[in-house]
């Protein structure tokens, strides 16, 4: 093993970012200038937040939503990057994963507003158009096709830990850990030269557990599940995942799902579309597709249930 290597000071920085936290574990030279880092990394989340929030009025995803049908927006980089990812998803997964709805996570109160009923009965007798669909993409501009209000829960938070790790690799960190709120990026390794550790959680709203724990080097994984963010109707618990065809939240989905992905991007949106597919349909597209991704199930005696596609999950402890 590596003296110098070894010898990298281990740095831990969090900030604020989308209504949670962005937190980065990395090794470095003596001389590195952790402050520069922190700066450069808050603003690399503060960025995607600009650019994606639907809780900001003045983001160029709230101005895109505000624009006219057919009219053609001028949208920035990273939002087209995003926009461009999701449809692709989208398509891929057969509507599964669909950033067209905006409406429907704001008409149950999941986004800046409380939940309305008139909202939620709209939203259910919509004629639903998926983002794929909706979308026609030029050169730094997009044109929707359909009156359809987008909304990227379902990916912004993983291409934010994506920036973050980008954000290191300027500066020369190729060692590190990077996350949001539970999805995560790995770079290269710990300082032994081992693989970095990722705990899945357990799906249980009262509690924070660790379900199982990965190996990760230079690979991301991210959780969509039904237990952090959900609301309660008539003592039924409905999660902050949506059903794009029926306009409102998902009945019946799994407890969790986790996806390995080479970007956590893509992480994050194929774990939504698992979400909504469920372990049989899901489960038959990730392997189609190649996708390592985990399934929990919970039965009705809250007993949980694991479904592994992929040889990734084989070996997680």
Not at 55 to 65: A, F, H, Q
Not at 86 to 96: D, L, Q, Y
Not at 129 to 143: D, I, K, M, R, S
Not at 247 to 266: F, K, R, W, Y
Request: proline letters at 6%; charged letters at 20%; glycine letters at 10%.
């Amino acid at each position: 093993m590596s003296k110098t290597f070894t010898e990298r000071p281990r740095h831990a920085l969090n900030g604020p970012t989308m209504g949670t936290r962005w937190s980065a574990v990395f090794y470095a030279g003596a001389n590195f200038d952790v402050d520069h880092a922190r700066r450069a990394l808050q603003g690399a989340v503060d960025d995607v937040d600009a650019q994606m929030s639907t809780w900001k009025p003045g983001s160029d995803l709230t101005r895109l939503n505000q624009a006219p049908v057919g009219e053609a927006a001028q949208i920035p980089s990273m939002l087209e990057q995003v926009l461009r990812l999701g449809a692709a998803i989208g398509k891929a997964s057969g509507g599964a994963f669909d950033m067209a709805v905006g409406d429907v996570v704001s008409a149950w109160g999941f986004g800046p507003h409380t939940a309305a009923q008139d909202s939620i009965r709209a939203a259910m007798a919509a004629r639903r158009v998926p983002a794929h669909e909706a979308l026609e993409f030029g050169q730094g501009t997009v044109t929707k096709r359909a009156p359809v209000t987008l909304d990227l829960n379902g990916v912004a938070k993983g291409f934010g830990v994506d920036r973050l790790a980008e954000a290191l690799f300027s500066l020369g960190v190729h060692d590190a850990l990077v996350g949001i709120d539970g999805d995560m990026r790995a770079m290269g390794t710990k300082a032994d030269g081992e693989p970095w550790t990722v705990a899945i959680e357990t799906p249980d709203p009262d509690r924070r557990a660790p379900h199982s724990i990965l190996l990760l080097s230079d690979r991301a994984v991210a959780t969509s599940g039904d237990y952090r963010h959900f609301v309660e109707v008539q003592g039924r618990r409905l999660s902050h995942t949506m059903d794009p065809v029926r306009g409102a939240p998902l009945l019946s989905p799994p407890a969790s799902v986790t996806v390995i992905a080479p970007s956590c991007a893509v992480a994050d949106a194929w774990a939504t579309a698992l979400m909504v597919l469920g372990p049989e349909k899901g489960g038959a597209l990730a392997r189609e597709v190649g996708i390592d991704a985990l399934f929990l199930l919970r039965d009705e005696n809250d007993t949980v249930r694991t479904r592994r596609v992929g040889h990734t999950f084989e070996h997680a402890a």
